[in-house]
């Protein structure tokens, strides 16, 4: 179960790949069983009634900004200005938040950022160690029917049909059964209302089931809604692109794409940059506004509610478990329509271009095929690039280096990538704009040293699912800067399969954090030129 970009983007991490705890998570995580033996074997209903007007604002949590720290991914071009809204809407609201901002400077955050990494493995080592799979499993009484399912790997999804009242307040979505069906008692449940259930700081949601007793002092409607409305939460590893396609966005479009934005969006730890980001995409799933669930007043009331996002796997759609068989390439699709760019059934663009010039007779030149070059600035960059980038062009391409600057628009840069035949890149959240490619364009994948499976699992078979033609170029240990940095007996350098049998977090350090890559143009002439033929065909 790979959740989440281990090593750079996520300090998600996996659950599974989480390493040998330290000494110091141990004793947190024994001293957190402890204190939750007792609240848990005694006060469970005094702990949630007494909690829960903190259940969306909870103290301590971590809002994970950038993670990957010091990269400039192209698609975060936009965030300058919004990112520091959100921190003070974030710094403003909850002094008890701690927001973790990198900035662009290399090397800058590289502390923050493995400091927040531990954070965060303690966090998890709390999670599990402290209750288990049944932290977000308390009930009370017994279930009238369950609106709660709880069995995913991935997500907690509840879903309440007939009288359902969400009250931002305290973040919480009540159902009052019809009269003939109510009980003694109402089951409740507290959820993360995101795809990432085990992600610590995403803040819960409480859902309950109203007895017959409460359901006679029931909240009154402060409004009415005709559609349904979706909970779900905007923090976690969002800032970094992949995160947001993976852990929001294509979350969000297999919970909610059917509903053909007759659904109003509840959003909790709400991000204006989030919504400024990809607003096209939101009120395209949405045509409501969106609401800011924490800051909400009043109890809204919908025939329907859902609360959380489901999800299938990184960055991937089972189209079996979608309400009309949406595949990934159909998110492809849905994602150029949004952004109005060209509709299917055009070829790639140099293809395009040439065929109106014969048809037009006027130009004699050939338009070459255009790549984009992305330029990471942070971790993973290439040490040579204005090499890379002149090798490009001697092999017959128009090469289009992208820089990541902040104030770049999704909007304009969709349509820069999708003017180019390939997208080429080290592996990196940058790719994740592979969406904005046309059909049989290709995305030429830098592999660096010992990520082979990451690179295949993260990208390269979305890329296929999505009919563009994927490239791996996997570097030598010689183009990896950890051969100069740690000499030809370092265990990263000699055996990366070892070193991650050791765990995730050496993993990260070295292969993820520590690697540049200097291409060897040599060895990378023949990819030239396959890449070449793969266009031609
Ligand atoms: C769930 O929590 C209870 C204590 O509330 C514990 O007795 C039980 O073993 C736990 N179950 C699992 C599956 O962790
Ligand atoms: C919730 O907890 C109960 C008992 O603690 C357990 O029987 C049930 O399987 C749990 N449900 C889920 C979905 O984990
Ligand atoms: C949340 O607030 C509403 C309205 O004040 C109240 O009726 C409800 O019981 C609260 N929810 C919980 C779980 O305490
Ligand atoms: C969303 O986009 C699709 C095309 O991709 C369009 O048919 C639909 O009307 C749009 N919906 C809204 C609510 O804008
Ligand atoms: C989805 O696919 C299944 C079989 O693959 C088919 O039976 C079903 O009708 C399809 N549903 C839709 C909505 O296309
Ligand atoms: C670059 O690659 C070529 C061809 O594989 C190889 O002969 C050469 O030694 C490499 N150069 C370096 C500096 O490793």
New binding site residues.
Partial sequence: MAQGMAGDWSSSSSTAAVPSSSGMARRLARHHQAVLGFL??FF?SVVLYTTVSGLCLATNSIAVHDIENGQKDVLTKTMGKERIEDKKLVDGTDMNKKTVHSTDQLGQTANDARGNLEEELIRQELDQDG????RSNVTLGTPLKPICDLSDPRYDICEISGDARAIGANCTVLYVPPADERGPDGPEWTIRDQSRKDLGYIDKVNVKTLSAAQSLVAPGCTSRHAVPAVVFAMNGLTSNPWHDFSDVLIPLFITTRAYDGEVQFLVTDFRPWFVDKYRLILTNLSRYDIIDFNKDTGVRCYPHIVVGLRSHSDLGIDPTRTPHNYTMLDFRMYIRDVFSLPPEGQGIPFKEANKKKKNGGTSTEEQKPRLMLINRAGIRKFVNLPEISAAVQAAGFEVLVVEPLRDMRLDEFSREVDSCDVLMGAHGAALTSFFFLRTNAVMLQVVPWGLEREAMSYFGVHAKDMMLQDMEYSITVEESTLYEKYGKDHLAVRDPEALRKQGWQLLRKYLWDEQDIRLNVTRFSPTLHQLLRTLGE
């Fill in positions: 848990l074997g469970v209750d288990g799979n049944n």
